[in-house]
């Protein structure tokens, strides 16, 4: 079987940009901005993306070209003879879990398009709209129904393929992001009283800084360019051998660092605008944004758009984890296309099942304290990335070896790499550590 490739420089882009523009950016960045002190916080963001992201996002790149495989299929072909390729499947099963979850969020916000659309939203009571946001996650249809559709219209351009599938829908939806996102900001920027939130997110504040705080950036600079699950390696191997390596991660790198950067100039004014609270989690994009919509002219009209700019954020990312299982699926087990979609996606929904009735039905089945939702949330966010990111960077630099490495990105000799020297020294030692670092941190060895 002709594995799919890329079709052009614009569409890898798209799609790897599309994979990482997500709820991270558009809800989380925000959010752990304002927790942490703003500007200082970004700053350290910065570095960390910089220097442990994009060296990170590269070598997952050349390894998926390299060998043209798949997240396991990779490993295997490396080192055929160790059990390297169990971390391709850990990768894989990060994604399956990730996806399982992330779908039902992303129903989550098809509930709210709705609601926003239709003039519901805006007439709730800003009081009632904590209750109001639990009570639509707290229900049984709706949510899976909403995830259902999710799920659907995942695999509906997962099986087309990756030149008529994931590249051409990224191709349309990325613009389309942008552009709402250009237009939400203006609108934002133009409140009066804007600037208190221009403020909260820029003006550096030091004395919030804490160890804490640059673990968490380190975390996110993670989640937040979708490394560590085989995705940007998946992506790797339907990529042309002439293809500029570096470039194309660093170009990943600043779209994602900008659009963040753009929700926060969204969020922050229009909530300091009307007086709220920058708040907390989940309940900043589902209860303290529809406050805002309530009182903004015209807010039924920008709030359908949010919603939508976030729903197609989250879509472009879904398509990016289905793609890593069902491209495993195809070539591990000899599968058709669409075979293998439908047959993941339809056990993407039964594991979703006990996420969405985490907050209803099940709210009360807990294991140590923790619900299923809570549990592959846990596992994933605070566990699986990081391992998955470690091995990466071990297998890269100690077993594949980064010689070798940097001949792939180079295109053997085609472009120059200056800082390969730094490079090596990053994927060798300073990552994998750094990773650790995160690892403990997350859960919860190192405050013990
Ligand atoms: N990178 C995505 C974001 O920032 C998150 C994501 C994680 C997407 C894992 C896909 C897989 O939202
Ligand atoms: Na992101």
Redesign the pocket.
Known sequence: MKRDTFGSRLGILAAAAG???????IW?FPYITGKNGGAAFILVYLVCITLIGLPVMVSEFVLGRKTQANAVGAFKKIEPRKPWFLSGYLATLT?FI?LSY?TMIAGWILSYIGRAATGKLVSIEAANLGAYFESIIGGTFEPLLCTFVIIVLTAIIVISGIKDGVEKYCKILMPVLLGLLILLMFRSLTLEGASKGIEFLFKPDFSQLTTQSVLEALGHSF????LG?G?ILTYGSYIDKNENIINLAIQVTIA?TVIALMAGLVIFPAVFAYGLEPGQGAGLIFITLPAVFREMPFGTFFGALFFTLIGI?ALT??I??LEVIVSFAIEEFNMHRKKATILVSTAIFLLAIPSVLSFGLWSNITILGKTFFGWFDFLTSNVLLAVGGILVCIFVGWVWGTKNAIAEITSDGQYQFKQQGLYSFIIRFLAPAAILLILLNSTGILSK
């Open positions: 994979s990482a523009i997500g709820l991270g950016n989380k994604a990730i992330y989640f937040t360019l979708s699950m995705i994602d954020a990312s879904t990016s984890l």
